[in-house]
T-cell receptor, first 113, second 114 residues
Framework: GEDVEQSLFLSVREGDSSVINCTYT??????LYWYKQEPGAGLQLLTY?????DMKQDQRLTVLLNKKDKHLSLRIADTQTGDSAIYFC?????????????FGSGTRLLVRP | DAGVIQSPRHEVTEMGQEVTLRCKPI?????LFWYRQTMMRGLELLIY????????DSGMPEDRFSAKMPNASFSTLKIQPSEPRDSAVYFC????????????FGQGTRLTVV
C-alpha cells in the first residue's frame, strides 16, 4: 500500500543548509512533491520531481530522488528564519484520468537565528 | 481567481450535532480532494472527486462522514453525528487533470467538537 514517512522535527541555524528526508513504499508513484505549510495556512507546492529523474534544482532548493531506496530529500541552502514551517513530501499515483496525492506526516523545520 | 475557498474557517460544535464543511474549488479544476490533518495522524486523504464524481472514498473514516460534489464549483463534507475525535483541520484542495499538476489548498476549516 501507499505509505510515506518523514522525521518529525529538524532544527538548524540560520545560514546553514537543511536536509529533510522522506521515504515511501509504493514504487508506482509518478511524481513526488514537496509542500510547505506555514502556521494557520494550507499547503503550498514548493517543487516536484518526476519519478524517472534523480535530481532537480530550483534556486535554493535541491530535490534528490533515489528510486532504488525509495528515498526523497529536500535540501534548502542558506536557510532563513522565513523557512521555518512544516514540510510535507507527497507522491501521486495513477494516470491522467484518476490519480491521488498521498502525504507524509510532515517535518517541522525550526530555523534558529 | 481567489483560490480554493473553504467555509467556515472555524467551527465549534457539540457532540452529536451535524457539521457541514464547504469548499469552492478553483474554476476549471477537474479534481477536488478532502484531507484531514491532526497531530496524531498527519494529513489523511479522505475522498477525492474527478469531474464531480467520487473516485476514491476509502479514506473516509466511518459512515458518519459523507461528501458530495453537486457541481463543478461546490463540494461539502458532512459529519453526522459529530464526535470529539473528529476535531481536526479539514482541508480542501483542487487541481487540474493530470498527475503532474499542482494541488492548490484552501485555508482549512478548524473543527472542534466538544
Amino acid at each position: 500500500g501507499e505509505d510515506v514517512e518523514q522525521s518529525l522535527f529538524l532544527s538548524v541555524r540560520e545560514g546553514d543548509s537543511s536536509v529533510i528526508n522522506c521515504t515511501y513504499t509504493d514504487s508506482s508513484s509518478t511524481y513526488l512533491y514537496w509542500y510547505k505549510q506555514e502556521p494557520g495556512a494550507g499547503l503550498q507546492l514548493l517543487t516536484y520531481i518526476f519519478s524517472n529523474m534523480d535530481m532537480k534544482q530550483d534556486q535554493r532548493l535541491t530535490v534528490l530522488l533515489n528510486k532504488k531506496d525509495k528515498h526523497l530529500s529536500l535540501r534548502i541552502a542558506d536557510t532563513q528564519t522565513g523557512d521555518s514551517a512544516i514540510y510535507f513530501c507527497a507522491e501521486s499515483f495513477g494516470g491522467d484520468s484518476s490519480y491521488k496525492l498521498i502525504f507524509g506526516s510532515g517535518t517541522r523545520l525550526l530555523v534558529r537565528p | 481567481d481567489a483560490g480554493v475557498i473553504q467555509s467556515p474557517r472555524h467551527e465549534v460544535t457539540e457532540m452529536g450535532q451535524e457539521v457541514t464543511l464547504r469548499c469552492k474549488p478553483i474554476s476549471g479544476h477537474d479534481y477536488l480532494f478532502w484531507y484531514r490533518q491532526t497531530m496524531m495522524r498527519g494529513l489523511e486523504l479522505l475522498i477525492y472527486f474527478n469531474n464531480n464524481v467520487p473516485i476514491d472514498d476509502s479514506g473516509m473514516p466511518e459512515d458518519r462522514f459523507s461528501a458530495k460534489m453537486p457541481n463543478a464549483s461546490f463540494s461539502t463534507l458532512k459529519i453526522q453525528p459529530s464526535e470529539p475525535r473528529d476535531s481536526a483541520v479539514y482541508f480542501c484542495a483542487s487541481s487540474l487533470q493530470g498527475a503532474n499538476t499542482e494541488a492548490f489548498f484552501g485555508q482549512g476549516t478548524r473543527l472542534t467538537v466538544v
